[in-house]
């Protein structure tokens, strides 16, 4: 019921002009496939919009978390938010407010979440909910804010910290939990709570025990996600033994090579695009350090962006040799799992 509440919140976003722009970014991903050649109609319907770079966790696969970043690290400001979103607004229907470090950081948050909500756009970020405190969480759900997504990689304090290192279990149950009292307290149906599970090695013995927990602490869906690591082809202590949790197979010769074919297409392309703190906008959520530069928004408007020849040359590298392209290497686009 939940889920479907959500799937119901998501097309209630929907107006004449943002089905007019659904349908032409549909029709443009398919052309381009049959055409092998970038065709761009409209603009996207969901963007990732990066509220920060900064974190208190220190995650071993994450560059925020590991401080190895060769881009800036700062706070996205409200102006250019709304410099962002007065010109791509009316098309967009879903915003993500997350690309990396830790959302709530940024003091500004709860203001971009509620700019957004006047504007009819489905908001949703992710979360290490070490900022959820009683107050918080509690200005979470008046926000209006959609999605939330709780990351939550291993049960007890010390399965947890293997990986989200510098991070306390407790606190993140006590989050959870202040999330799900203040629903109910405001009789709010958003934002849709979702526990994310990534499964590693040091946590695949504890998918029962999570399934049982998320039930126990009552939020509205459990999400059992498969881990991005960078060093892969010599095996990685962080590969789950499970093949269903596992983006990586072991070849015969004892190297691993990721469970993608590496079609020449990417929906992506099409329909979505990530904005950095500082107004970059880059392909897609895989080029973490932004070395893919499409354009900057503080100079430039959207439209100059999405359409520039540096994306265009990019779209055209996709789909004709996207192995080559380093950050589509480690991609689940076409992955089955």
Not at 94 to 121: C, H, T
Not at 247 to 267: L, P, V
Request: net charge positive; charged share 25%.
């Amino acid at each position: 019921m939940a889920n479907f509440r959500d799937s119901l919140n998501i097309v209630s976003k929907l107006t004449p002009i943002r089905l007019w722009n659904l349908l032409l970014v549909q029709l443009s991903y398919h052309l381009t496939n049959l055409l092998k050649k970038p065709v761009l109609w409209g603009k996207p319907f969901s963007v990732s919009i990066e509220p920060t770079t900064s974190c208190n966790l220190r995650c071993p696969e994450c560059p925020s978390g590991l401080r190895q970043f060769s881009r800036n690290t700062g706070m996205l400001t409200i102006d250019l938010y709304k410099k962002i979103v007065n010109e791509i607004g009316k098309r967009l229907m879903y915003m993500i407010l997350y690309f990396q470090g830790e959302p709530y950081l940024n003091p500004s948050f709860f203001d971009i979440v509620k700019d957004a909500k006047k504007r009819r756009i489905y908001t949703a970020t992710s979360t290490n909910a070490h900022f959820l405190n009683d107050e918080n969480a509690r200005k979470t759900v008046e926000s209006g804010l959609d999605r939330i997504i709780v990351s939550l990689d291993g049960i007890g304090q010390e399965t947890y910290a293997s990986y989200r290192v510098g991070g306390r279990y407790q606190r993140v149950l006590d989050g959870i939990e202040n999330l799900v009292k203040w629903k109910k307290e405001l009789n709010s149906k958003t934002p849709h709570i979702i526990l994310q599970f990534i499964v590693f090695r040091t946590n695949e013995h504890q998918i029962d025990e999570v399934k049982a927990l998320s039930k126990k602490l009552g939020v509205d869906e459990l999400q059992l996600k498969t881990a991005q690591v960078y060093e892969y082809k010599n095996g990685n202590p962080l590969i789950p033994t499970i093949d269903k949790y596992s983006r990586y197979r072991q070849k015969t010769d004892g190297t691993w090579e990721i469970k993608n074919d590496f079609k020449n297409k990417c929906y992506r392309m099409s329909v979505s695009c990530v904005i950095t703190w500082d107004g970059l906008v880059v392909p897609c959520c895989f080029d973490k350090d932004a070395f893919y530069q499409m354009g900057d928004l503080k100079n430039n408007s959207f439209e100059e962006v999405w359409k520039s020849e540096p994306y265009k040359a990019f779209r055209t590298k996709v789909i004709t040799n996207r192995k080559s392209i380093d950050i589509c290497t480690n991609c689940t686009e076409g992955m089955e799992l």
